[in-house]
Every structure is written in C-alpha cells, then in structure tokens.
Antibody
C-alpha cells in the first residue's frame, strides 16, 4: 500500500527546535515532489514547504522562511522538516503529502504528527 | 499576501446537490492554478478528491465533480450522502507556492 508515515512530533518550548520525519513506502519516492502541510488546533490547512524530487529546490511559506528547512534522503525514502526558533503559533498537526502538482495534486497524505510549542 | 476564499459553511439535504466554490484574491481562478479539492473528517487526515480542476482519483466517488464556475474553482456534490458531511478544502497553485482556502464545513441535514 502506498503510504506516508510522519514521526517526530513532540512538546517543545518556545525558541526550541524539532525535526520531523516522513517515511514513504510502496512508491518510487525519488520521482516525486513532497510537501509539508500543517493544521493548527481547530483551524484550516496551511501549506508549509515543498521540495523538488531531487531535493535541489525548496519553497517555503513566508512565516517559516529562515526558521524551517525541508530536506529529503531519496535512498532512505525519507522526508524531513527541521524546525527552529519555534513559536506558539507553530503548534499544529504536521502532515506530509506527495505533491504531483498538475499531474495529480496532493494525492497521498500521512496521518500527521503533533507539534506543541509551549512552556 | 494571496488569499483563497471558500464559503465557511453550507447545508444540504440528503440526496440533494450542492456546489462549493474557491476564489482567489488575485483574480479569476484558471486551470493554471491547478485547483485541488480535499475532504477532511474530524480526527482524520485530509483525503484528496479532485486535482487539476476536474480530475478524479480512483477512489473519488462519482457524485463528486470539479469545474471552473464564474471565475472560481467549484466542487459539486450530486446526490449527497450522509457520509459526505465533512470539511472541504481547496488548494490553488501559484507557481512555486500553494495556498489553501479556509475550508467549507458541509452539513448534511
């Protein structure tokens, strides 16, 4: 079964750092762009970051630029989101999604991992 | 900053038809925005329904259809079922960035 599984969510203090991972299975991970999306408690979905298939180009939502980094290891079929200088407003469920753009949209989603930023 | 607007809430009767829309603050939504539609039920991850305006996935029920309507992206549900009660999100691609709409809470009553 084509699947994405996120991990790494935790309770972290404001100003702290956290690294999220997303493990892909049953598809050729290296062929696809990947995206992180988050959802704050009781709120809507928010695009966070996207990385191209070979990892050479990355795009970020304005509020996370300079604080978050997206990376991937195609050999390990893994996507990461490194978050630093965390703020209370970064508290959310973080989802990874396969992003095919015009060819297939965001067709596959993980179940998410929860990040709570609080003292 | 670019905004994408959806109806906050809609109500439909079982068996009825409802259209949800998705508007862009930059002007008319076109096929170049590659609109996608997602369904999310409480406590669950989003599930993709439609991509590139009107294309369905193998798992998308036939009663769901996507289109462009009056300068907006639209999702139409025909013959609504009780299990269609959910939050629906659109997403538009703006070149290298993506923007979600605020979501429409669909109530089947």
């Amino acid at each position: 079964e084509v699947q994405l599984v996120e991990s790494g969510g935790d309770l972290v203090q404001p100003g702290g750092s956290l690294r999220l991972s997303c493990a892909a299975s049953e598809f050729t991970f290296s062929n696809y762009w990947m995206t992180w999306v988050r959802q704050s408690p009781g709120k809507g979905l928010e695009w966070v970051a996207t990385i191209t298939a070979d990892g050479s180009v990355k795009f970020f939502e304005e509020s996370v630029k300079g604080r978050f980094t997206i990376s991937r290891d195609n050999d390990k079929r893994s996507l990461c989101l490194q978050m630093s200088s965390l703020r209370a407003e970064d508290t959310a469920i973080y989802y990874c999604a396969r992003d095919q753009g015009s060819w297939g949209g965001m067709d596959i989603w993980g179940r998410g991992t929860t990040v709570t930023v609080s003292s | 900053q670019t905004g994408v607007t959806q109806e906050p809430s809609l109500t439909v009767s079982p068996g009825g038809t409802v259209t949800l829309t998705c508007a862009s603050s930059t002007g008319a939504v076109t096929s170049g925005h590659h609109p996608i539609w997602l369904q999310q039920k409480p406590g669950q991850a989003p599930r993709a329904l439609i991509y590139s305006t009107s294309n369905k996935y193998s798992w998308t029920p036939a009663r769901f259809s996507g289109s462009l309507l009056g300068g907006k992206a639209a999702l139409t549900l025909s013959g609504v079922q009780p299990e269609d009660e959910a939050e629906y999100y659109c997403l538009l691609y703006y070149g290298d960035t993506r923007v979600f709409g605020g979501g429409t809470k669909l109530t089947v009553l």
